[in-house]
């Protein structure tokens, strides 16, 4: 799916599955989200706005690990953490100066409200055009936006595993970087950057590498998800096809990061 536009809405998992996904999953997320932080890391370290923000929407905020992040750089910034899952928020709240349950496709914000938005790892379960629509509104002239999200590349082991099992959706569809350009130059963005880089995790096993993913709620796909679970033959045949995969360091996750600037 490029560019996450309305037509390709019916190919994202459905809002209350995904909230309902991450619900579940904060008390375990600070504890597996090894990538969401590393990419955090990345976002903040090319992210190098003119004058230094005061105020920032942290848009998809999770446990608060971004506000963190932001803060250790600019000690006074004014964090407003949103987020859908409230159970994320209830730990966001520590680190946040305000936290928002919304969506971030709708913000219930006024508009030209902040000098930046910052969005790590979440607009990949969005309508791209709907969330930057939202980002530019409640940005004030000349502020900067800072995102990142996954590329086509993410997970590919994990398809390539089960391509020959099933014909079920088992990763969601991730956008190129053209496309992600193309959304934020339909929202009237300006001075457009992007970066791209590959991130592997490496874990013993299948079963703790598919662990992981679930516990920072990454498991929602959209239609054509398996609805039932495989056999016991079909199982081992995907395990034996991961396992052409491994590596000295264990059977490798992908993730295919994307990084987005630009001005409003």
């Not at 079909?234 to 995969?245: G, L």
């Amino acid at each position: 799916v490029s560019g996450r536009t309305s037509s390709a809405m019916s190919l994202l998992p459905a809002k209350p599955r995904v909230r309902e996904s991450f619900e579940r999953a904060a008390a375990s997320y600070d504890a597996a989200a090894i990538v969401q932080r590393q990419v955090g890391e990345y976002l903040l370290a090319k992210f190098d706005p003119h004058p230094a923000p005061t105020d920032l929407l942290d848009a998809g905020c999770g446990t608060g690990y971004g506000a963190r992040l932001l803060r250790a750089r600019w000690p006074l910034l004014h964090v407003t953490a949103v987020d859908f899952a409230v159970a994320m928020l209830a730990t966001a709240r520590r680190d946040a100066d305000l936290c928002l349950a919304a969506d971030i496709e709708a913000l219930p914000c006024r508009d030209e409200t902040f000098a930046a938005w910052w969005s790590n790892l979440t607009v990949q379960w969005c309508d791209f055009d709907q969330v930057l629509g939202e980002a530019r509104r409640v940005l004030r002239p000349g502020g900067r936006l800072a995102m990142s999200t996954l590329g086509p590349d993410t997970f590919d082991e994990l398809r390539q595993a089960f391509a020959g099992v099933d014909r079920h959706r088992h990763t969601l569809s991730f956008s190129e970087p053209a496309a992600i350009g193309a959304a934020l130059t339909r929202a009237g963005f300006a001075d457009i950057r992007l970066h791209r880089q590959t991130i592997s995790v490496h874990y013993p096993d299948l079963k703790t590498l598919l662990r992981a993913v679930k516990a920072i709620g990454a498991n929602s796909v959209g239609d054509g998800a398996r609805s039932g679970m495989l056999g016991r033959n079909a199982w081992q045949r995907v395990q034996a096809a991961y396992e052409k995969h491994r590596t000295s360091a264990g059977l490798p996750a992908r993730y295919d990061v994307i990084l987005a600037y630009a001005r409003k």
